[in-house]
């Protein structure tokens, strides 16, 4: 695939699966063995289920999550996405009961994209942001 379709599976990957919750696509954007890079986990998670189900257990305390693609750079079988993350804490997540509260941060992925599907997937997000936001933790 070249560069323009690469950057377009990033696009559906963020906007029309994470930022609308229509997991159903999976199965076109993520290969079954992705690897998922995360910093909320010690080691790689891998495989497509396991990335799906983090995913909707996040989206399960955002019912209004929106995932939006702010910059893409891209150069062969990577892209970088630079996205932003806004929604309002409505459910819980991850043993963390509903605040009210909004969140709003930003992160970056560096995904690797082979044959049309994300095979791997680096992100850096603003997790301290996002638990400072809620009043989870002190700021």
């Known amino acids: 695939m070249n560069i323009a379709e690469n950057k377009e599976v990033a696009r559906r990957f963020f906007e029309d699966m994470l930022s609308t919750g229509n997991f159903?696509?999976?199965?076109?954007?993520?290969?079954p063995d992705v690897i998922l890079y995360?910093?909320?986990?010690?080691?790689p998670q891998n495989g497509r289920d396991k990335l799906v189900g983090g995913l909707s257990a996040f989206r399960a305390g955002f019912s209004n999550l929106k995932l939006t693609v702010e910059?893409?750079?891209?150069?062969?079988?990577?892209?970088?996405?630079?996205?932003?993350?806004?929604?309002?804490?409505?459910g819980e997540l991850f043993g963390i009961p509903?605040?009210?509260?909004?969140?709003?941060?930003g992160g970056m992925s560096y995904l690797e994209i082979i044959n049309g599907k994300i095979v791997q997937d680096w992100v850096s997000e603003d997790s301290l942001g996002w638990?400072?936001?809620?009043?989870?933790i002190d700021a």
Do not use: Y
Not at 24 to 31: C, P, S
Not at 98 to 105: E, H, L, P, R, V
């Open 24 to 31: 159903g696509i999976a199965d076109e954007l993520v290969h």
């Open 38 to 43: 995360h910093p909320a986990f010690p080691d």
């Open 71 to 90: 910059a893409m750079i891209a150069e062969g079988n990577f892209v970088v996405v630079r996205w932003r993350s806004k929604g309002t804490h409505d």
């Open 98 to 105: 509903a605040t009210g509260k909004s969140m709003n941060i």
């Open 131 to 136: 638990m400072k936001q809620l009043g989870v």
